[in-house]
């Protein structure tokens, strides 16, 4: 189910909900989208007419289950025993020739990421971030191995951006290789994918598997790729917005600070800057975002799911693993916020 399709069937059940006046992407969008937890298609954007932003999709339960094609009325525990149902078995990628994705093509000296309504989600953010629900993918410079991630980014310029990460993800492990290397991390971040690659890529899925296999499972179909022409990468085909480019070895930047999911401004002071080789889009494309920070937000919604799957890792200590897990399972969102206040669980990445 692609992201145009999850939200017809948002729409369909009644689930959805259109905001037709005029809203600033600045400050005020992250605001209605904190302060409704419903699915949110905001139409009429400050400075981007006919642009479209949706956020809060994996808002409660019932989004969920339609965004895995389970249907409304689940309860989490019944979406998680159908969810390990599935992820018995993996269900591989498939690579096509072109798709959605590449119905506008841009070549590096005209990107301006800029021509995207990218929010600034909340006013102890320092900028835009374009990076907040969507995948960063990478591939192992030694093995080759794919790794498709959630790390949040920061708007720089109109073709840089952070890329900010805790020292034990997947993503930095690659960077790191290539850095020894002297070399760039060739990375393609996709933005309105379809829900349930967002959730496979937010995983704690195990080094050496691909996410796009347990995507796969969790939507019962193989999510079809298309390859990316500047680097060595493949993106879901059905995706709104692909960056194509490379994260540059021996420099660091400053991220941040974002206001995060604890309810707090967390700043990281060693982020990544990554320059983008290409842009490509779809028709019209909608950008798919969320403002965090408040209990029960879409992205704690997700991690409980998560924590149900033991697919939930923050890179801590074991013990606070225990912690962490069990506060989501029991969906103690306020609880699970306050812990993260007391030191970072996690450093942009999800």
């Not at 932003?53 to 969920?64: A, E, R, W, Y």
């Not at 760039?184 to 309105?192: D, F, N, R, S």
Request: with cysteine; proline share 5%.
């Amino acid at each position: 189910m692609g992201l145009r399709q999850f939200i017809s069937t948002l729409s369909r059940e009644n689930r959805l909900r259109r905001v037709s006046q005029l809203v600033d992407w600045r400050y005020e969008l992250g605001k209605i989208t904190r302060d409704h937890q419903v699915p949110l298609l905001f139409e009429n954007i400050k400075d981007y007419p006919g642009h479209r932003i949706f956020t809060n999709g994996l808002s409660d339960t019932d989004s969920i289950g339609l965004a895995l094609g389970l249907g409304s009325g689940n309860t989490r525990k019944a979406i998680v025993t159908a969810i390990k149902g599935r992820m018995r078995a993996p269900i591989k990628p498939g690579l096509v020739e072109t798709g959605p994705v590449l119905e506008n093509i841009v070549q590096a000296n005209d990107v301006d990421l800029s021509r995207f309504p990218i929010p600034q989600w909340s006013d102890q953010d320092a900028g835009r971030y374009i990076g907040t629900w969507h995948i960063n993918v990478t591939k192992d410079p030694e093995t080759g191995i794919r790794n498709v991630g959630v790390y949040r980014m920061q708007l720089l310029g109109p073709r840089q951006t952070t890329v900010s990460t805790s020292p034990g993800s997947h993503l930095s492990l690659h960077f790191a290789k290539a850095e020894r290397q002297g070399k760039p991390l060739e990375m393609a971040v996709a933005i309105g994918v379809s829900e349930a690659v967002i959730m496979a890529a937010a995983s704690a899925y195990p080094c050496g598997l691909d996410e796009y296999d347990l995507a796969g499972s969790l939507q019962n179909e193989s999510i079809p790729l298309v390859r990316c022409q500047t680097v060595n990468l493949e993106v879901p085909a059905e995706s709104e917005i692909l960056i194509e480019g490379r994260i540059k070895p021996g420099v660091r930047v400053q991220d941040g600070p974002y206001f995060d999911y604890a309810g707090k401004p967390n700043t990281n002071s060693n982020a990544f800057l990554f320059e983008a080789t290409r842009l490509t889009f779809r028709n019209n494309p909608i950008f798919r975002g969320t403002a965090v920070g408040v209990a029960g937000a879409e992205d704690q919604q997700l991690f409980s799911v998560l924590a149900g799957l033991g697919l939930v890792d923050f890179h801590g200590s074991r013990q606070r693993q225990v912690i962490q897990n069990q506060l989501l399972k029991k969906r103690l969102f306020r609880a699970f916020q306050w812990a993260g206040r007391i030191g970072p669980l996690f450093r942009g990445t999800i």
